[in-house]
């Protein structure tokens, strides 16, 4: 294996029963992404990008193939043993925020955390260094309600990495945006990207944003290929 893989799927198969038919959506699919890489996962519409984002976020079970990170495999594990790589190796980005609306954009960060067991004063000084690194520092004390898309989305973003993942997997994370706040919240995604070390795995329909990123790959037949 590479040096540095943080991601790295083998012939990773996907297939769902649809009214007595098989619907099979990866079918042998390879891929790998070390620390620091940005990539863009762009294809079209039911081709696979959640299902593909769901397997190497050990949400969904391959039905072949393997799924390793950081040099664990995966697939024989038990589900607490998933759950536990999920919550401490992973971050989810999904197009809309799903912040929690009666806490602060503040409290929102602090609570993975929490869960992982941090005090209080800890979870609260990262999540403040978060809001301060997505330029959001002085809306902490605001609800998701009192905040624009963008700022719910650097808020959403920050959540995602706030217990340090090394793999950060994005679902059209700017996909309800306006293409100038889109582009704002990608720099500050990039720089904690940049900054961090995480391996960026990024769902989008935007071409432009897709261009900045290090690689592109597409699905193609159930396979993953770089464009
Ligand atoms: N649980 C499921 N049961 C049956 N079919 C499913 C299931 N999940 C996904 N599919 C089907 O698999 C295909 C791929 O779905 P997926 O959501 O991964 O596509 P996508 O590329 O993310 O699409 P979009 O860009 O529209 O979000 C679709 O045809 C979808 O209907």
Redesign the pocket.
């Known amino acids: 294996m590479k040096r540095n893989v943080v991601l790295q799927l083998t012939g990773v198969e996907r297939h769902?029963?649809?009214g007595g038919t098989l619907?099979s959506?990866l079918k042998g699919a390879d891929f790998s992404i070390s620390k620091g890489e940005i990539v863009a996962l762009v294809?079209?519409?039911?081709?696979?990008?959640?299902?593909?984002?769901?397997v190497a976020g050990l949400l969904e079970h391959p039905d072949g193939g393997e799924v390793n990170i950081n040099g664990h495999a995966c697939d024989g594990l038990s589900d607490e043993k998933r759950t536990a790589i999920r919550r401490s190796q992973i971050g989810f980005v999904y197009q809309f925020h799903h912040l929690l609306p009666e806490f602060s954009a503040l409290e929102n960060i602090m609570m993975p955390q929490l869960i992982a067991g941090l005090s209080w004063k800890e979870a609260g000084e990262r999540a403040g260094q978060l809001l301060d690194y997505m330029r959001i520092g002085h809306r902490g004390s605001h609800r998701p309600g009192e905040l624009s898309g963008g700022e719910q989305q650097r808020v959403a973003i920050a959540r995602a990495v706030a217990n340090a993942p090394t793999l950060l997997l994005a679902?059209?994370p700017t996909g309800n945006l306006d293409p100038e706040t889109a582009s704002y919240v990608f720099d500050a995604l990039e720089a904690l990207v940049r900054q961090s070390g995480l391996a960026a795995l990024i769902?989008t329909?935007n071409h432009e944003l897709a261009r900045r990123m290090d690689r592109r790959v597409t699905?193609s037949d159930g396979k993953i290929v770089d464009f």
């Open positions: 769902y029963g649809q619907l959506i294809a079209p519409s039911g081709t696979g990008k959640s299902t593909l984002l769901h679902d059209e769902a329909h699905i």
